[in-house]
């Protein structure tokens, strides 16, 4: 099991902070184990020592518009990347198509964090999408994509990736509203699933959120 205090760059060094010093502080988001004990915890330091329940609370009050989603029809292995990015990114969801069950360890315990839906085919996802309103987006290279650097993102969109080896699914990318794809100036076919999904949704937060 990941421990949300490993550091990502090496166990050696210890992330977090010691037990809170003197007089404790007041409010209902702050949790009496983690002042008592210190908060090693892989977030960032606003939210020391704040409770679980507190911080997924005050995440969901700023949630960006956009989700993503991925195709697990194989046990991808880039779902942990992605959680962990659509976490710092603050994305609305994340939407896994397919299998139920993935790799957490690239997640880093951001799980936790994030709302996770699972969708078991693709007519259940694009179901979903309807009743949500959002528009659903393809990323993956095919002939007709449009660059996803040109693109006008919108605001409520949902972004799908492929998965290693078949790529995104012909279903979703018939009933995509479009399908971008990220220029490449190399050998190779294509770039890793979750580096394609940070790429993508650091668009949109070049698009939509003041930096
Ligand atoms: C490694 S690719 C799948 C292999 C790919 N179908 C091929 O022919 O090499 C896995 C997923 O990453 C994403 N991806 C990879 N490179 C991409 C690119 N240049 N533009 C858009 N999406 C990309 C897509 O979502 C794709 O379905």
């Known amino acids: 099991m ?4 490993t550091a990502p ?3 050696e060094r210890e992330v977090g902070v010691g037990p809170w010093e003197g007089p404790w502080p007041e409010g209902d988001h702050y949790d009496p184990e983690l002042l008592a004990q210190g908060d090693r915890r892989n977030v960032v330091d606003k939210y020391r020592y704040w409770s679980h329940a507190a911080i997924v609370a005050d995440l969901d009050t700023r949630r960006h518009g956009f989700h993503v989603a991925i195709e697990n029809w194989q046990h991808d292995f880039n779902i942990g990347t992605v959680v962990r990015t659509a ?3 603050l994305a609305k969801e994340v939407h896994i198509i397919g299998k139920k069950r993935w790799n957490r360890r690239g997640a880093m315990v951001t799980d936790k964090y994030q709302h996770i839906r ?3 085919s693709v007519e259940e996802f694009l179901g979903w999408a309807g009743t949500a309103g959002v528009v659903v987006l393809g990323v993956d290279l095919f002939p007709d994509s449009v660059p996803l650097e040109t693109y006008d993102l919108p605001r409520n969109c949902v972004l799908v990736f492929g998965q290693e080896g078949p790529g995104l699914s012909e279903q979703v990318r018939q009933a995509a509203e479009a399908t971008l794809s990220i220029a490449q100036f190399g050998s190779t076919r294509s ?8 790429i993508a949704m650091h668009a949109w937060i070049r698009q939509h959120t003041q930096v």
Request: glycine share 14%; charged share 10%.
């Open 191 to 198: 770039i890793n699933a979750g580096v394609a999904a940070g």
């Open 118 to 120: 699972h969708h078991a």
């Open 9 to 11: 760059w090496g166990a």
């Open 87 to 89: 976490n710092a990114f």
């Open 2 to 5: 990941e421990s949300e205090a």
